[in-house]
Structure formats: structure tokens, C-alpha cells
């Protein structure tokens, strides 16, 4: 069995992610427009037809813009917990705590995926990270935190792949436009993590097994692809001394390789 990853869009601007084991398809959030999502899914072979859910992270607006006119044309499910799916109702006028699960503290399935939720710190409701396990892998989406706790080890380790979020290179951010008070909220352990940050995590997980790593929700001001690549590589290879971890970087405005294990 295999599984399929590409990351339709990954940023402040907007995040969305499509997963599939081939026959149950999904994807984590909605914050691009609905044909952002129609046309990434079609250079896939899909539709959102084809979707089985939409798993939200949080209520913000860059992971759920395109959410009311994707279930209003395509009525699809989403999925969230009570506190998030609370937010974007408030937020968005829409009825999606119809489908709050009320397993969703303790993992659940959808068609033939597994999916663990689990607790991030950000400032949201109530916002989550994701464990899947798919098509015989084991893979994670871990975004908008703003420190790793306990918890997120402990459901991301061991993943085969891992999309993991590495917002801001700390000097750019110093130097950069963002006045102090915003300044403070990214840096703050409910903000977003650093490319240190990310990049020592990374470093944790390559010994725990995981092989591949998506670097996700990258600032467009205050980070580059390259700083956070190279933050990530140096710390995996003065953990491990090795190289042979595969790397992606997840654009904002184009969608990612599609990733098969």
C-alpha cells in the first residue's frame, strides 16, 4: 500500500494539504480559495469530490478562507474539534459542529486512515496537530506552534514523514517590519516556531526514524527557503552525521512535489 502527500499551498497567506492512502482522500485545512484547492487538486487527478474530509488544525483564517465555498458547492465533511469548529462557525457563519466527533481526543477513522489529533500551543481555540497512519505509513502535520511540547513528541516521533512548520529566521524577524508587540506574539510559545526551533525538533525526529520532513508555513518576510533548509540540514547532520534525509519546502503560492511512500 502506499500514501500521497502534496502541500496545495503552506503560509500565512493561506495552508492547505491533501493526503491520500488511494482510495479515502483528505485534506488538512482550507485557507486558499476554492479554486486554488479545485485546480491543485486537479494536477493531481482529483476533485474535491473526491474528498472524504477536510481536517481543520484551527479556526484562523489563513487554514479555513476557502471553507464556505467548498461546502457549499461540494458539501463536504469537516472535521474539527469542538472548540475550533466553534470559532469558525463564529467566525465564518457556517454549521460545521455538526461534525464534531466525539472521539476526537482519542483518535478516530476516516475510510481506511487512522488519524490521532493532538494538542498544539497557538493562539487559538484550540488548535491541533495531526498523526496519520495510512496505507501501511506512518506520517504527521505539525504546524503553528509556538514551542514542542511533551505531547507533540510524543505523537510525531517516530513518523516516517513529518510536515513541520518553520516560520521565522530570528534575525530577520529582528531586523525586520513587524512592530515589537507582533514581534513578541510570533516569538512567544503560542506563536510559531523559529528555524532553530524547527530545526532541532527535525533533529529529534531524524533519530526517532523519520526520513522525509516538509518545512511548512514559512514567512514570507521574515524567512527564506534556503535559511530554513539549511537550519534543518546542519542540525539533522551534527545530530546524526548523515545526509540521507529527504527535504521539501512548502511554497505559499505553488503547490509542493507530490510525495509518494
Request: proline share 2%.
Amino acid at each position: 500500500m502506499s500514501a500521497t502527500v502534496c502541500v496545495l499551498a503552506s503560509g500565512s497567506k493561506g495552508n492547505c494539504t491533501y493526503l491520500s492512502d488511494g482510495n479515502t482522500h483528505l485534506l488538512i485545512d482550507a485557507g486558499i480559495s476554492c479554486r486554488r484547492v479545485e485546480e491543485g487538486l486537479s494536477k493531481l487527478g482529483r476533485t474535491i469530490g473526491d474528498i472524504d474530509a477536510i481536517l481543520l488544525t484551527h479556526e484562523h483564517i489563513d487554514h479555513t478562507y476557502g471553507l464556505v465555498t467548498i461546502e457549499r458547492r461540494y458539501h463536504t465533511t469537516v472535521l474539527a474539534n469542538r472548540a475550533t469548529a466553534a470559532g469558525v462557525d463564529a467566525r465564518l457563519s457556517t454549521q460545521i459542529s455538526q461534525f464534531c466527533r466525539p472521539d476526537f481526543d482519542t483518535g478516530f477513522r476516516v475510510g481506511g486512515v487512522y488519524i490521532m489529533p493532538f494538542r498544539t500551543m497557538h493562539d487559538a481555540a484550540c488548535s491541533v496537530g495531526y498523526t496519520f497512519v495510512m496505507g501501511g505509513h506512518r506520517l504527521s502535520y505539525v504546524t503553528d506552534l509556538g514551542v514542542v511540547t511533551d505531547g507533540v513528541r510524543q505523537n510525531v516521533s517516530g513518523s516516517e514523514l513529518v510536515i513541520l512548520e518553520s516560520n521565522h529566521d530570528l534575525q530577520m524577524l529582528a531586523t525586520g517590519s513587524y512592530p515589537p508587540d507582533l514581534q513578541a506574539r510570533i516569538r512567544s510559545d503560542k506563536g510559531h516556531l523559529s528555524n532553530a526551533q524547527s530545526a532541532a525538533f527535525a533533529a529529534e525526529l531524524a533519530a526517532t526514524g523519520t526520513k522525509h520532513f516538509v518545512l511548512a508555513h514559512l514567512s514570507e518576510e521574515n524567512n527564506t527557503p534556503a535559511l530554513a533548509l539549511q537550519a534543518a540540514k546542519e542540525s539533522v547532520f551534527a545530530r546524526l552525521g548523515v545526509n540521507d534525509v529527504l527535504w521539501t519546502v512548502a511554497s505559499q503560492n505553488a503547490a509542493s512535489e507530490v510525495i509518494e511512500l
